[in-house]
């Protein structure tokens, strides 16, 4: 699946008609598609063809390749295309069921004998997050991460995972995003505390235990917010 980023460039390749003909003909052939079979397909020249299947190739949709000449053919083997396989999902704000389904998979992979459903699922959740800090974790190395720094790197890793974080002071960082939204409110119990678990873990992961994740459900936002576990330091006077 692609990025947010990656997928708004793919979704703007595709919003040209011509180029969304020919995806879709290559996508629906059976075997790679020449130029020429692309061009005949939406009614344009191979030259301008060529030009808006590179522009597929650079976007990640399709895979360029030269086929076998054939018995008959002299020279270089025709350029065909084919699909790449990327899976483009764009949704704004940003949406992470993905993730959410693969916590829960790693769960019922995982479930213990006697531990239930939901408490499988925190396990999962806390150990996903835990992994994700722990990745982001090695650039920042440099020392303890006091509360306005861990707040800071914390906030680098929500924004790419879609939680958009927005501080509020030097001891708070607000979420304005859900990624598990709508099925958060389906079962805001068993969502919310795997989103609460997973946050829970990144912070440890991250090495910031300056600061904690709490849950603080408010409608309209994510159900999580950071808080730091001291208070600022007071500002010097002149």
């Known amino acids: 699946m692609t990025s947010d980023s990656a997928g708004l460039e793919a979704a703007a390749i595709l919003s040209d008609d011509l180029r969304r003909g020919m995806y879709a003909f290559i996508r629906a052939a059976q075997a790679p598609v020449t130029r020429d079979e692309a061009a005949a397909s939406v009614g344009i020249s191979r030259k301008l063809a060529a030009f808006h299947l590179d522009k597929l190739v650079d976007a990640g949709l399709l895979r360029a390749r030269y086929g076998s000449p054939g018995v008959r053919r002299v020279g270089r083997a025709p350029k065909v295309y084919e699909p790449s396989g990327l899976d483009v999902r764009v949704s704004i704000p940003q949406r992470e069921h993905g993730l959410l389904a693969s916590i829960l998979l790693d769960a019922v992979r995982g479930q213990a ?71 958060a409110g389906n079962d805001p119990d068993l969502v919310c505390g795997v989103n609460h678990a997973f946050l829970a873990g990144m912070v440890d992961g991250l090495g910031a235990s300056a600061i904690e994740a709490v849950l603080a459900p408010n409608s309209g936002r994510c159900c999580v917010e950071f808080v730091s576990l001291s208070p600022p330091a007071p500002s010097a006077r002149r």
């Open 113 to 183: 004998e006697g531990e239930s459903g939901r408490d499988a699922a925190l396990r999962a959740a806390g150990e996903r997050g835990r992994a994700v800090g722990e990745a982001e974790s090695r650039p920042v190395r440099g020392g303890r991460l006091g509360a306005e720094r861990a707040l800071t790197c914390a906030a680098e890793v929500l924004e790419r995972h879609g939680f958009e974080p927005e501080r509020e002071g030097p001891t708070r960082l607000r979420l304005r995003n859900c990624p598990f939204h709508p099925l």
